[in-house]
């Protein structure tokens, strides 16, 4: 192991960096706080490059970081490379992860999130979809960057469970049909069909959009039902991830 004393360090320096999706693009890398996502990074197909303990922090005897480089750092430095207000003691810095291109499978159950914006619906969709056992989550354009740390400390890690992807919704939906798995989208009024309404299916793909605006226009129409969840207090509508939880789990057979 060694120790860092200096928040000048470069390598400091370049961890901070990672801060901002332009600094993880860039470095090709990203950040994970705290001893539950390192844990689960270790335990998955990550590639972990640096981890920086600060002193008092007792790393678990069932870690097996023989491959990885170790820093210690006192809690001063620990504070500057972490977003958290009170960090956890440990930090790790993750490749990107290298995704292979999603193969739809035959009794496949997917989400498509189109421009949903807030870290915390974002990662707590991904967490939801693995509790579920999804084949895999697929991000349109305009949606918040999966690496933002709001978004990995939602997760809870469920991100290094099942397939993240970025791509073109439009062209989604179409190989979806292709492969003949039915699409539903997500509606805000009650012009769509009421979900309980709606059986579930061993294969499906569930649409889901902006926290403000919903689904845009385009994707609603290319869906093969839109459903909504019926209100019964005063509330305008329902959280998005929240939603998304109550309309996977009903889908899922």
Same mark, same amino acid.
């Given at each position: 192991?060694?120790?860092?004393?200096?928040?000048?360090?470069?390598?400091?320096?370049?961890?901070?960096?990672?801060?901002?999706?332009?600094?993880?693009?860039?470095?090709?890398?990203?950040?994970?706080?705290?001893?539950?996502?390192?844990?689960?990074?270790?335990?998955?197909? &990550?590639?972990?490059?640096?981890?920086?303990?600060?002193?008092?922090?007792?790393?678990?005897?069932?870690?097996?970081?023989?491959?990885?480089?170790?820093?210690?750092?006192?809690?001063?430095?620990?504070?500057?490379?972490?977003?958290?207000?009170? $960090?956890?003691?440990?930090?790790?810095?993750?490749?990107?992860?290298?995704?292979?291109? /999603?193969?739809?499978?035959?009794?496949?159950?997917?989400?498509?999130?189109?421009?949903?914006?807030? $870290?915390?619906?974002?990662?707590?969709?991904?967490?939801?979809?693995?509790?579920?056992?999804?084949?895999?989550?697929?991000?349109?354009?305009?949606?918040?960057?999966?690496?933002?740390?709001?978004?990995?400390?939602?997760?809870?890690?469920?991100?290094?469970?099942?397939? &993240?992807?970025?791509?073109?919704?439009?062209?989604?939906?179409?190989?979806?049909?292709? *492969?003949?798995? $039915?699409?539903?989208?997500?509606? /805000?009024?009650?012009?769509?069909?009421?979900?309980?309404? &709606?059986?579930?299916?061993?294969?499906?793909?569930?649409?889901?959009?902006?926290?403000?605006?919903?689904?845009?226009?385009?994707?609603?129409?290319?869906?093969?039902?839109?459903?909504?969840? $019926?209100?019964?207090?005063?509330?305008?509508?329902?959280? &998005?991830?929240? *939603? *998304?939880?109550?309309?996977?789990?009903?889908?899922?057979?």
């Amino acid at each position: 192991m060694e120790r860092i004393e200096s928040t000048k360090n470069v390598r400091i320096k370049n961890a901070r960096k990672l801060h901002t999706r332009k600094g993880r693009e860039k470095l090709g890398s990203f950040l994970i706080e705290g001893e539950h996502l390192v844990e689960e990074a270790l335990n998955s197909n &990550v590639i972990i490059n640096e981890i920086y303990i600060e002193e008092n922090f007792i790393i678990p005897s069932k870690w097996e970081i023989d491959n990885v480089q170790v820093y210690i750092v006192n809690e001063k430095i620990m504070k500057e490379i972490c977003e958290t207000e009170t $960090p956890q003691g440990v930090v790790a810095i993750c490749e990107l992860l290298g995704r292979k291109p /999603l193969q739809l499978e035959r009794n496949g159950k997917y989400l498509l999130i189109d421009q949903v914006q807030d $870290p915390g619906n974002l990662g707590t969709m991904i967490r939801t979809a693995d509790s579920v056992g999804l084949s895999g989550v697929i991000l349109g354009h305009g949606t918040v960057d999966v690496y933002n740390s709001k978004v990995m400390r939602s997760t809870q890690g469920s991100l290094f469970h099942l397939p &993240v992807i970025k791509g073109d919704l439009v062209e989604w939906v179409e190989k979806l049909k292709e *492969a003949y798995i $039915p699409i539903y989208g997500t509606a /805000l009024n009650e012009d769509a069909k009421a979900y309980k309404d &709606v059986e579930s299916q061993e294969s499906f793909a569930l649409l889901v959009g902006n926290e403000g605006s919903g689904l845009s226009n385009v994707l609603m129409h290319l869906t093969d039902e839109n459903l909504y969840i $019926p209100i019964y207090g005063q509330a305008e509508s329902l959280n &998005v991830s929240i *939603a *998304a939880g109550i309309l996977l789990y009903h889908l899922r057979k």
